[in-house]
Nanobody, 124 residues
């Protein structure tokens, strides 16, 4: 069983930065790709970014490319999401997820475990 706990969300002004963290329990963290998704009120959950098991490959949604960066530390069972140049449209609940496989994926059905989410609010 894997448990994921996110932290680092909050309220920030447009143009600001936040860094989200997600700590994983269990022994399979380093053998899973990890991802971040987000869901804004009234909208479907959407893919944000994913990182392979080794950290060697990353994938981003076009809407965050160049502004967000995902990374991981397998010694700490932690994945990070650095968010720069935040905009009001980035406001959402951000979820960390652990994939079934080793490689990056944008498909939420390929993720087995999900965190409880952390709220990010960007004011204009």
């Amino acid at each position: 069983q894997v448990q994921l706990v996110e932290s680092g969300g909050g309220l920030v002004q447009a143009g600001g930065t936040l860094r989200l963290s997600c700590v994983s329990s269990g022994r399979t963290f380093s053998s899973r790709a990890m991802g971040w998704f987000r869901q804004a009120p009234g909208k479907e959950r959407e893919f944000v970014t994913s990182i392979s098991w080794s950290g060697g490959t990353t994938r981003y949604a076009d809407s965050v490319k160049g502004r967000f960066a995902i990374s991981r530390d397998n010694t700490k069972n932690t994945v990070y999401l650095q968010m720069n140049s935040l905009q009001p449209e980035d406001s959402a609940v951000y979820y960390c997820a652990a994939a079934r496989g080793l490689l990056t994926t944008t498909n939420d059905k390929e993720y087995d475990y999900w965190g409880q989410g952390t709220q990010v609010t960007v004011s204009s």
